[in-house]
């Protein structure tokens, strides 16, 4: 079992930054990658960005990319989101998530193993 643990949420005005953290606890040791997903009201769950276990590879969602990057302390057992440039569509609850199959970082819930209790943030317009 891996448990996980998002930090960092709140509310931020159009254009400003955030900086999400996901902690690690129990059998940190079988995670192969870290990911972010995100759930806006009314809609499903979707993929923000992943991290390999090594942190040489990472993936972004298209709505991500440029604003966002993703990076791990492995000795702390954490992984942060840093976002950049807010947008009021950035408005959502945001959920860490593990993969404990090895393979090629997934940007699919199913791809998933464990989910943290996830973390709101508000972008004011």
């Known amino acids: 079992q891996v448990q996980l643990v998002e930090s960092g949420g709140g509310l931020v005005q159009a254009g400003g930054s955030m900086r999400l953290s996901c902690a690690a606890s129990?059998?940190?040791?079988?995670?192969?990658?870290t990911g972010w997903f995100r759930q806006a009201p009314g809609k499903e769950r979707e993929f923000v960005a992943a991290?390999?276990?090594?942190?040489?590879?990472?993936k972004f969602a298209d709505s991500a990319k440029g604003r966002f990057t993703i990076s791990r302390e492995s000795a702390k057992n954490t992984v942060d989101l840093q976002m950049n440039t807010l947008k009021p569509e950035d408005t959502a609850v945001y959920y860490c998530?593990?993969?404990?199959?090895?393979?090629?970082?997934?940007?699919?819930?199913?791809?998933?193993?464990?989910w943290g209790q996830g973390t709101q943030v508000t972008v004011s317009s």
């Open positions: 129990g059998r940190t040791g079988d995670v192969y990658a």
């Open positions: 991290i390999s276990r090594s942190g040489l590879t990472r």
């Open positions: 998530a593990a993969d404990v199959r090895p393979g090629r970082l997934h940007d699919a819930v199913v791809g998933y193993d464990f």
